[in-house]
């Protein structure tokens, strides 16, 4: 089955720092990717949709300047938090899809990448 | 404003079966997920449902009536692996997923 891989899978930064997050698609060719991030306890908030090779779609109240991302290949994307504050410690995840947004097509999601700012 | 809800937390036996209702008003409705997730992890999907009735998947199956915006997964024949959450997702007009909070299903021996 699809699989996506996502690291690191944790990380741990000072404030004022960037991090990087990476999500790659393994066995197939993700046209569309999506970044969540979920708090303890809550469910998973979209923060913005990424097509391969165009400017990512950001939910409203999404910083876009300080959630970079890029997809720059049909198996890669990655979000970089810039200037990190402890208010930005969550569980990143990241879900793939080969087959576009419509229909019954099923997410496959990677493993998640939790960030603690210091 | 677009809702999913469902129960907070769960407790059931080991061997027994439970069923976990969503709820959900979405502005437009293509088809409702239910997905697992164990704590610290990424979710993974259990079942789709766009058309009311019954899908059956093992000890699993998922029920779904759009007149009444409502689904529910029901879990047989538990096992210790299955404490997990349990997340509701309903795709709305604009083909977005909207994400229930989840419930914590708690497996007691």
């Known amino acids: 089955g699809a699989v996506v891989s996502q690291h690191p899978s944790w990380v741990i930064c000072k404030s004022g720092t960037s991090v990087k997050i990476e999500c790659r698609s393994l066995d197939f060719q993700a046209t569309t990717m999506f970044w969540y991030r979920q708090f303890p306890k809550q469910s998973l908030m979209l923060m913005a949709t990424?097509?391969?090779?165009?400017?990512?779609?950001?939910e409203q109240g999404v910083e876009k300047d300080k959630f970079l991302i890029n997809h720059a290949s049909l198996t890669l994307s990655t979000l970089t938090v810039t200037s990190a504050h402890p208010e930005d410690s969550s569980f990143y995840i990241c879900s793939a899809t080969d087959r576009g947004i419509s229909g019954a097509n099923v997410l496959t999601f990677g493993a998640g990448s939790r960030l603690t700012v210091l | 404003g677009q809702n999913i809800d469902q129960p907070t937390e769960m407790t059931a036996t080991e061997g027994a079966i439970v069923q976990i209702n969503c709820t959900y008003q979405t502005s437009g409705f293509n088809g409702l997920f239910w997905y697992q997730q164990h704590a610290g992890e990424a979710p993974t999907f259990l079942s789709y449902?766009?058309l009311d009735g019954l899908e059956e998947k093992g000890r699993f199956s998922s029920f779904l009536s759009r007149s009444k915006g409502y689904s529910y997964l029901l879990l047989k024949e538990l096992q210790m692996k299955d404490s997990a959450s349990y997340l509701c997702a309903v795709k709305d007009s604009n083909y977005q997923l909207i994400w229930g909070a989840g419930t914590k299903l708690i497996i007691k021996p």
């Open positions: 990424s097509n391969e090779g165009s400017k990512a779609t950001y």
């Open positions: 449902n766009v």
